[in-house]
């Protein structure tokens, strides 16, 4: 299984990117998916997060400015980022939660993308 980021870069303040992240391989099941950062010297926070059946979580420095959503039949999920701020600079790394045949759920991660608010 390989969860795959793309979608970072380098952007001005108040500017917008969007992220996605595709599951791949032998896939039985996705229960939540989330996108998390961690800038340097920091530790790695929640961004966003949304389950199976679409319930959405976002922490409030992200609120109102991101949205996250998923297209269950790709098993991607994806990140649309506006009124970025140079505050939201880091690595962006998505997660699920999967099921692979002949195991319980087990979360697995992306590689990270890079995300650079600056002018």
């Known amino acids: 299984v390989q969860l795959q980021a793309s979608g970072g870069g380098l952007v001005q303040p108040g500017g917008s990117l969007r992220l996605s992240c595709a599951a791949s391989?032998?896939?039985?099941?996705?229960?939540?998916m989330g996108w998390f950062r961690q800038a340097p010297g920091k530790q790695r926070e929640l961004v966003a997060s949304?389950?199976?059946?679409?319930?959405?979580v976002y922490p409030p420095s992200v609120k109102g400015r991101f949205t996250i959503s998923r297209t269950n039949a790709k098993n991607t999920v994806y990140l649309r980022m506006d009124s970025l701020k140079p505050e939201d600079t880091a690595v962006y790394y998505c997660?699920?939660?999967?099921?692979?045949?002949?195991?319980?759920?087990?979360?697995?991660w992306g590689q990270g993308t890079q995300v650079t608010v600056s002018s």
């Open positions: 997660n699920a939660d999967l099921r692979v045949p002949g195991r319980d759920y087990v979360q697995y």
């Open positions: 391989g032998s896939i039985v099941s996705i229960n939540g």
């Open positions: 949304i389950s199976s059946s679409g319930t959405t």
